[in-house]
């Protein structure tokens, strides 16, 4: 018998025949998911099925056939076939109303839930996080992230539902003052129905935002992306959904479909039943959507892309900063928050690039599953070959990597993967020049940016400018043993929604934000994002035994 997660008639947890297989056995059961609407699992319009990345790896063609095949013929023996990993139903546009619907039914009463009540979900959500911790690996892995970066993509999660946290979240939702006799109270109250549109590089580890749009009292609704459902369909139906159940939760606080982006997009937007739309892609198509959002009264929360800087002064440890650059590699280069340019003091400029380099030859693709892999596939390189090229016309010179690669690292015109790519670049007035200093670009592709020479004073002035300048205002770092740098950054970098110093660029620490940033990342609202916060608006209380309301609004100015 193999586990289903919920079964075509909606019910949960049946076991049914095991399909044909192929000779090579099944490693782990098929997961199945429908539609969980209103707190029920309902049938789709079709399947959407995910195959291990493995088989693409190892057959791309054959994997393509395979998996048309069975989306064309879900009773296809093809099911059996050890590389199916699961499938997911496609919602109708009906079912798709009817999650909002639902929402909307279910947010007064789940408003109405003590606030510390709903806190119990975060850390429920970080055991459940914690005890399912190998299944949600397998599973990113299956999607083609490296196991080294589903384990950062979990220690994020861990982060973001500390304790430490958690109880920062609560102080921030709720305070309270005693003055003149009465209780005053500054909270934040529930915007309502909340629509979350996860990305399709990262799409599990989003989507679990959406707990902490819950605990703020919102009704939540998570598009699982279409190519790529399985892990956040987990995550929600799995991890989730059952602890709203415990809590006692309305039907309708948690709805879950997969389906197209652009209509479901558009329903979100002309529906008056939403009140925000959290959207993590692209820029265009992100500052498009608050275009639309803001013309419908609705609130955008935009994590969009990023294009961080790493700043190394002189006297930075550069083995570190070197490691910390290198995080740019992670994912393919394929993470928003990942860095995508070094600026280096022009006294340590080589000696870094030296060491960048080296870390670099270290870093290699693999299977997924496979210790010590960091790089994913790119299937859509033409992009980073003309990024490349524009770089060394106007002046940047290729110091590692260069060429796609197959799966045991070899050079090959046809491969999947990119080697990661260093390049340096002389002096600022070229990096402008350059599209890839410029822009996010989503491969393993870093530059290294001299600056100087020249007096420190004036250098770290051209520094902070063109850090502070940067369009997108995601992330920043800085390596430096110098209090006097630090300070002056904690000064004047007035960019972005996290500034890191002397350590892990893309590491989440408990109490910081997560995600956020100014700028092309967050949009004309863009500020440091706990989605907790985000979703959910202030509201000042006074409560009296009862007051003269002459005095009451006059105070000491009241006459007589």
């Given amino acids: 018998m193999v586990f289903t997660g919920t079964q075509a008639d909606g019910s949960r947890n049946r076991p049914v025949p095991d399909p044909p297989s192929p000779p090579a056995a099944r490693d782990h059961p098929l997961r199945s998911y429908l539609s969980y609407l209103a707190g029920e699992d309902v049938p789709g319009t079709g399947w959407v099925y995910t195959l291990t990345s493995r088989s693409l790896l190892e057959d791309v063609f054959a994997s393509v056939s ?40 279910a947010a007064p009463a789940w408003a109405a839930v003590p606030l510390e009540r709903r806190m119990e979900l975060g850390a429920a959500f970080r055991r459940q996080l914690l005890r399912h911790r190998d299944e949600f690996l397998r599973l990113l892995t299956a999607e083609a992230h490296p196991l080294r970066l589903a384990r950062w993509e979990l220690s994020c999660l861990l982060a973001v539902y500390a304790e430490e946290s958690l109880d920062w979240y609560r102080r921030q939702m709720h305070t309270e003052f005693r003055h003149g006799g009465r209780r005053l109270i500054v909270r934040r109250v529930p915007d309502g129905v909340v629509c979350l549109n996860p990305p399709q590089n990262a799409p599990a580890p989003s989507a679990a935002l959406a707990v902490l749009a819950l605990m703020a009292g919102n009704a939540v609704v998570v598009r699982a992306p279409r190519s790529i459902a399985l892990s956040t369909m987990y995550v929600m139906r799995e991890l989730v959904a059952p602890l709203l159940e415990d809590m006692g939760a309305p039907p309708g606080a948690l709805g879950v479909v997969c389906g197209n982006p652009g209509s479901t997009l558009d329903l979100w937007v002309d529906s008056p039943l939403v009140d925000d739309i959290f959207y993590i892609g692209g820029c265009e198509e992100g500052l498009r959507l608050e275009r639309r959002c803001v013309a419908k009264g609705k609130k955008p929360v935009l994590e969009l892309a990023g294009n961080d800087t790493i700043t190394v002064w002189k006297d930075a440890d550069l083995d570190l900063a070197a490691r910390a650059a290198c995080e740019a590699f992670y994912g393919s280069g394929q993470i928003c928050m990942a860095p995508n340019r070094v600026l280096a003091h022009a006294a340590v400029a080589d000696e870094l690039t030296r060491r960048i380099a080296r870390e670099a030859a270290r870093i290699r693709p693999g299977h997924p599953e496979d210790e010590g892999v960091l790089l994913s596939p790119v299937r859509r390189s033409e992009r980073f070959f003309a990024l490349l090229d524009q770089a060394r016309g106007a002046g940047a010179t290729l110091v590692c990597g260069g060429h796609r690669t197959e799966l045991d690292g070899t050079r090959s015109d046809t491969g999947v993967f990119l080697e990661p790519t260093v390049l340096r670049v002389d002096g600022l007035a070229d990096a402008r020049r350059i599209d890839a200093v410029q822009q996010e670009t989503f491969f393993p592709l870093l530059p290294v940016v001299s600056v100087g020479p020249g007096d420190d004073g004036p250098l770290l002035d051209e520094m902070l400018a063109f850090v502070d300048a940067g369009a997108h205002g995601l992330r920043n770092s800085l390596w430096t043993r110098s209090d006097e740098v630090v300070d002056t950054f904690l000064r004047r970098v007035r960019n972005g929604g996290l500034l890191k110093v002397n350590d892990s660029h893309i590491g989440f620490l408990p109490y910081l934000p997560s995600h956020g940033g100014t700028g092309l990342t967050g949009g004309v609202f863009g500020e440091a ?23 009451a609004a006059f105070g000491d100015l009241w006459g007589g």
């Fill in 66 to 105: 395979l998996k048309r095949e069975l989306e064309r013929d879900p009773h296809s023996t093809a099911a059996g076939h050890p590389y199916v990993v699961g499938r997911v139903a496609v919602a109708s546009a009906r079912d798709n109303a009817r999650a909002l619907e639902a929402a909307a039914e």
């Fill in 529 to 551: 994002n706990y989605p907790m916060l985000k979703t959910s608006h202030l509201q000042g209380v006074s409560v009296s035994a009862g007051a003269d309301p002459r005095r």
